[in-house]
């Protein structure tokens, strides 16, 4: 039981993007040290097609972070102290509601 | 005039005769010459022919001399990581790592790949410089910052904004220096490129970048320089600081949109580029998707300080015909570009016009792209359908979308070089111009008479 984390990333990112990614990998690597419930996946798009198949994906700017089939961030860097609020409601939900 | 000079006028933002039009190729020049992003980067000969590939195939009138954000990161002490296909990434933040800021060191020519670089912007201004404008791109000073600290930079705005005033002051110290490096190998455009400030507020634009930001522009100006500030992402909370913090233009990226910022930018004096999608238009789009997109920003951006470029560097694997359709829409030769794209079909389609003379009525042809999705193309049908209005008895009307095959034989065979274009009887009469209603009625009711309906 844990919570996952869909980080959603274009192959070929403008260099703006590709800094606000590596950042994001940087800040969820970061919170994978400190909850060992964090499942943290990456998703790269190499065609319009990809973007179909991804679960709550809303805002098609990237990169894009998903938090149990919810997206919390567009093309931005996001707040590391709310990704951790999400995640550990996340995660108390989970336990409330497990499966 | 050339394209350098319209280019320089345009920035200046003064009225001009057609809108210049940057290509930002940066890591995409490498796939032009047919070798990895990292072989472009790391290579002075690369990068110069990357930048003639790039001059002679997108006909820009101004070119980076590539588009790099972390050639001063790496000189002073960042690891970066190489891609295939992408521009290098850093890895390592120094500021985070133990070092503090009186261990760094600004670059001079020799550290890191500056000698690649500038080596690469003295010889594309020595071969390119008296036909475009070349642009050398800076890192601007909180983007830098950001690659020293990494996000515990956001903690410190608000913590201890001292220590980040004591960092960007080092950054700008590294951003003038940067742009006299490329000054001095011969650029006409110095461009800071600051993508991260979109991350911020304008409060603290006005606090934590304006302040290291102005100092910048005011040198590359004494330098007789022209300076311009690009940003990515959304900056739409940030334009009216942007301008404020006074660079002669800004540069934007698909999440601002472009006649608001166009409005803000006129208000200061500022002149504007952009904000061709990468993605979706450049990179997964057609030629058609590109076209469109053009003459879409054309038609807002207007001929008076403005500048066609993409949101941010051009991806890798974009195909070159998507950046050779945007070349066609501002060199008014898409019926050309057109021509070229479906020559291999041209036999199998017939199209035969009209007997235009003999007619009963009157023949207007509107060619566009569609109407429904350009709006210079839904202008010029507006027009025409508004100019016909009570003499639709003497008057016949189509529009012709060069979506559809026939359409771009039709625009050849009429000798249609762009669109949109009316035509009247069999004759383009208004090339990418939209006539006013009064203007084309006379036109339409001059070739009744010469009919004698």
């Not at chain 2, 006028?9 to 995409?28: D, K, L, M, Q, T």
């Not at chain 2, 800021?101 to 201004?125: Q, Y």
């Amino acid at each position: 039981m844990g919570v996952k984390v869909d980080i959603v990333f274009l192959e070929e990112p403008c260099s703006a993007c590709l800094i606000i990614f590596n950042l994001i990998k940087e800040i969820m690597e970061r919170l994978k040290g400190k909850y060992d419930f964090l499942e943290v996946n990456y998703i790269e798009i190499k065609k319009l097609e990809d973007l179909h198949s991804i679960k709550g994906l809303e805002v098609e700017k990237f990169p894009a972070i998903i938090i149990d089939g919810e997206q919390i961030s567009a093309g931005t860097i996001p707040d590391i102290g709310e990704i951790e609020k999400i995640i550990s409601l996340k995660y108390r939900e989970a336990l409330r509601c497990p499966g | 005039m050339n394209s350098k000079e319209l280019l320089l006028r345009a920035i200046h933002n003064e009225s001009v005769e057609r809108i210049p039009w940057v290509p930002f190729v940066g890591c995409h020049a490498g796939n032009l010459i047919g070798v990895t992003a990292e072989e472009y980067f790391r290579n002075s000969d690369n990068i110069i022919r990357g930048a003639i590939k790039a001059f002679e195939e997108y006909k820009p009138d101004g070119l980076p001399v590539t588009f790099d954000l972390q050639v001063e990161a790496e000189a002073i002490g960042c690891k970066l990581v190489y891609s295939d296909k992408n521009p290098p990434s850093v890895a390592t933040h120094p500021l985070q790592e133990g070092k503090s800021i009186e261990d760094l060191k600004i670059p001079s020519e020799t550290d890191g790949r500056f000698p690649i670089v500038l080596k690469a912007a003295k010889e594309i201004c020595k071969l390119l410089g008296d036909k475009i404008a070349v642009y050398g791109l800076v890192i601007g000073p909180f983007t830098l910052a950001l690659h020293f600290k990494g996000t515990d930079i956001f903690y410190e705005m608000m913590d201890s904004p001292e220590r980040v005033y004591e960092l960007m002051r080092f950054c700008q110290k590294v951003s003038i220096n940067s742009a006299k490096m490329y000054i001095d190998a011969g650029v006409d455009v110095v461009a800071i490129v600051d993508p991260m400030t979109s991350q911020i507020s304008p409060t603290s634009f006005e606090e934590f970048v304006s302040p290291y930001l102005t100092p910048v522009f005011d040198y590359i100006r004494e330098r007789g320089k022209v300076c311009s500030l690009f940003v990515c992402g959304n900056a739409t909370k940030n334009i009216e600081s942007m301008c404020k913090s006074k660079p002669d233009n800004i540069s934007i990226d698909e999440n601002v949109d472009l006649a608001y910022a166009k409005e803000i930018c006129q208000r200061y004096g500022v002149s504007l580029g952009g904000n061709i999608k990468l993605t979706l238009t450049m990179l997964f789009g057609t030629p058609l998707d590109n076209i469109r997109e053009a003459e879409n920003l054309m038609e807002i951006g207007g001929k008076k300080g403005y500048i066609l470029s993409p949101g941010c560097d051009i991806p890798y694997d974009t195909p070159p015909e998507n950046i050779k359709a945007i070349t066609s829409a501002v060199h008014g030769e898409v019926g050309e570009f057109m021509r070229q794209d479906i020559k291999n079909s041209l036999e199998e389609i017939d199209v035969v016009l009209p007997d235009y003379k003999n007619a009963k009525k009157v023949i207007i042809d509107v060619i566009t792209l569609d109407s429904g999705s350009c709006a210079p193309c839904q202008y010029a049908v507006e027009a025409v359908k508004s100019a016909v209005e009570g003499i639709e008895d003497k008057v016949e009307w189509n529009e012709y979308k060069i979506k559809e095959k026939e359409s771009i034989i039709r625009m050849i065979k009429l000798r249609v070089p762009n669109i949109p274009t009316i035509c009247i009887d069999g004759e383009p009469v208004y090339i990418s111009v939209i006539p006013s209603v009064d203007e084309l009625r006379r036109s339409i009711e001059t070739a009744i008479k010469r009919k004698g309906i």
